[in-house]
């Protein structure tokens, strides 16, 4: 019996030195990754909440478009969200309603010649706030309706 024991012992060594390697990699990959995308995960959230606060303000169908520029650029500015978000905001006025948009895309390099695309489509339409801030409308078939 002492035999069988001596054995399976030494069959558990634990871990090899590739074992090792190939797991920091993945980790080291996974930890670049995250490194390089969160900022732009964050700023979309924030995005999200600034449509939000301005799809609870009573005076929007009120406001001109370029208040409702100027109102999102204060969000933007006390949040720290800066580059295309703050580019890509788009309002347009229908007959039923405003739709307020935020659609962008970020290449960000993630190694040598490798980038990645992230794509954020973002609106709110006064008709509908309670929907906001995943895209209802194609914003091209909006302005031909009117």
Known sequence: MGGKLNFSLQQQRGM???????????LGFALTCVSKMAPAYVDARYVNEALKTLGQNPNLENMTKGQIKKELGRFFLVNNVRGEPTKSVQVVRGAKGTVVSINYELRQPLMYNVDVVMKFNKQLDTAKPELCCDPLIDLEQFRKRD
């Open 16 to 26: 090899s030195y590739w074992g090792w390697l190939l797991i920091i990699a993945v």
